[in-house]
């Protein structure tokens, strides 16, 4: 009888020593599973990661528009006009990034071209250095008719937009505007308002009297929602602004994760406001975090149609 209870217990013990040893191999198949789940996860995360920092913000691409509108003029029928913007120096942009943009442009051959603000962060320096490259090659940039620019919400803090543009050839738009005539004596009016976050937008200044509003009229904003105001009293054709990098970060059928003040209406590509197209480029450089996603720094390249 003891001998039949001691090999029962034997046995009971063997079972017992298979049934821990499976637990334990279960175990750490578990782990084992884990762990090649979290390294891999942590491996997609960390090439997320590096893909948003150094390939989303480089590569720079243009987007080309067709903006067709029967009160142009015939003689700027076909005007080629090149928009760049946020350039956010020293962020993602430095200077060989800014000799392509250059080249962009000029392979584009444009008639004119404008800026539309956002120098440089306002945290981030530049030396003596930077602002000689950034003179020199905004130099370079070639049109048949003008080049004009307005300030960004982040030049307001600093003097690198005036010392820049101050030794260039680009026209200021301090909330005022300009006639511009090409190949006859019809011309069409482009006019430039100050940030409104920063409390420097004079529509009214920017506008020539009411009477003469029949004008086919580009007007530059840095803020998108700035709009809304100018339209209240004044006419607009073709609206271009920055400022929201069209989210800088996007994701499928969602669009921009994030909007900003000055942005929260009109944060995406593009937009119809009664019967004014409005533009808002996605920019060259980065503000806040040095990321893009499904957003690759651009500039806008229009062509002007009866």
Do not use: W
């Amino acid at each position: 009888m003891n001998n039949a209870m001691s090999r029962e217990e034997r046995s009971n013990l063997l079972l017992k020593e298979m049934e821990d040893k499976e637990k334990r191999e279960k175990l750490h198949k578990r782990i084992r599973h884990f762990l090649i789940f979290f390294f891999s996860f942590l491996t997609i995360i960390f090439s997320v990661f590096l893909y948003m920092r150094f390939v989303a913000t480089s590569n720079l691409i243009v987007k080309e528009h067709k903006v067709t509108n029967s009160s142009l003029p015939d003689s700027f029928n076909g005007l080629k006009v090149v928009h760049f913007t946020d350039l956010h120096y020293n962020s993602t942009v430095n200077k060989n990034v800014l000799e392509n943009i250059v080249k962009k442009i000029n392979n584009l051959k444009p008639d004119i071209v404008v800026f539309t603000g956002d120098l440089v962060s306002e945290e981030d320096l530049l030396t003596d250095k930077d602002i000689s490259d950034i003179i020199t090659l905004f130099n370079e940039i070639n049109c048949t008719i003008g080049k004009y620019t307005i300030k960004g919400n982040h030049d307001y803090h600093n003097d690198y937009f005036n010392k820049v543009f101050d030794q260039t050839d680009f026209i200021f738009l301090d909330n005022t505007y300009d006639l511009i005539y090409y190949k006859d004596n019809s011309p069409i009016l482009i006019n430039g308002i100050g940030s409104s976050i920063k409390g420097d937008s004079n529509i009214d200044k920017a506008y020539i009297p009411q009477t003469e509003q029949d004008l086919f009229t580009i007007t530059l904003v840095h803020e998108p929602d700035t709009l809304d105001d100018i339209l209240l009293k004044y006419r607009v054709d073709l609206c271009l602004s920055g400022h929201s990098h069209n989210g800088q970060i996007r994701l499928p059928f969602i669009g921009a994760l994030t909007t900003i003040e000055g942005a929260k209406k009109y944060d995406d590509a593009y937009y119809k406001v009664n019967k004014t197209d409005l533009y808002v480029s996605g920019g060259l450089g980065t503000s806040i975090f040095k990321l893009r996603l499904f957003n690759r720094p651009s500039i806008n390249f229009y062509r002007l149609t009866k």
